[in-house]
T-cell receptor, first 117, second 110 residues
């Protein structure tokens, strides 16, 4: 596609339920990132995928959070047993960065707004 | 995470130039300086990046200090559509992510 697509754009769920957020990156981009942004705050890094390498999960806040990237393209972020503090906008970005050198320009999706009641 | 320091907020009159400052005193020799902006209810969008020399593109100009410890994003004529949060970020060699701080909220006054 022309840009990074995220779905759903809005999700309201009850505390304790599981949610899945989807990201469809730009075709050909090997790197994929998940960030989250709480109201009025900056972006918090969650996880990074690069090609077939093991993902960098260092930003995941708890073991209730997980993510996978199938076939090097679409990614799904799963939050189990959601809590009210999980309420935020979850942003996905992709880039064509091939190696950890050179400038790394990210293209972001519009985000998925999660509200946990 | 490499830290940058930006003012929390700035104001500009429409049609006037805007200079958004950023300090990054801990920058390493191979770190790129990136600027992104986030319009209301949208994801961040790339604006410009540079390494040592000043850079110009259709959106903005980036002026980088000679010692690279600071930089300035220049919007030559602010419009109402430029009202956004502007993030100055160091793209560190070997890092897996870009660290976004809280940025500068730019208000454009008609």
């Amino acid at each position: 596609g022309a840009g990074v697509s995220q779905s759903p754009s809005n999700k309201v769920t009850e505390k304790g339920k599981d949610v899945e957020l989807r990201c469809d990156p730009i075709s050909g981009h090997t790197a994929l990132y998940w960030y989250r942004q709480s109201l009025g705050q900056g972006l918090e890094f969650l996880i990074y995928f690069q090609g077939n390498s093991a993902p960098d999960k260092s930003g995941l806040p708890s073991d209730r959070f997980s993510a996978e990237r199938t076939g090097g393209s679409v990614s799904t972020l799963t939050i189990q047993r959601t809590q009210q503090e999980d309420s935020a906008v979850y942003l996905c970005a992709s880039s064509s960065r091939q190696a950890l050198s050179g400038a790394n320009v990210l293209t972001f999706g519009a985000g998925s707004r999660l509200t946990v009641l | 995470d490499a830290k940058t320091t930006q003012p929390n907020s700035m104001e500009s009159n429409e049609e006037e130039p805007v200079h958004l400052p950023c300090n990054h005193s801990t920058i390493s020799g191979t770190d790129y300086i990136h600027w992104y902006r986030q319009l209301p209810s949208q994801g961040p969008e790339y604006v410009i990046h540079g390494l040592t020399s000043n850079v110009n593109n259709r959106m903005a100009s980036l002026a980088i200090a000679e010692d690279r410890k600071s930089s300035t994003l220049i919007l030559h004529r602010a419009t109402l559509r430029d009202a956004a949060v502007y993030y100055c970020i160091l793209d560190q060699t070997g890092a897996n992510n870009l660290f976004f701080g809280t940025g500068t909220r730019l208000t454009v006054i008609p």
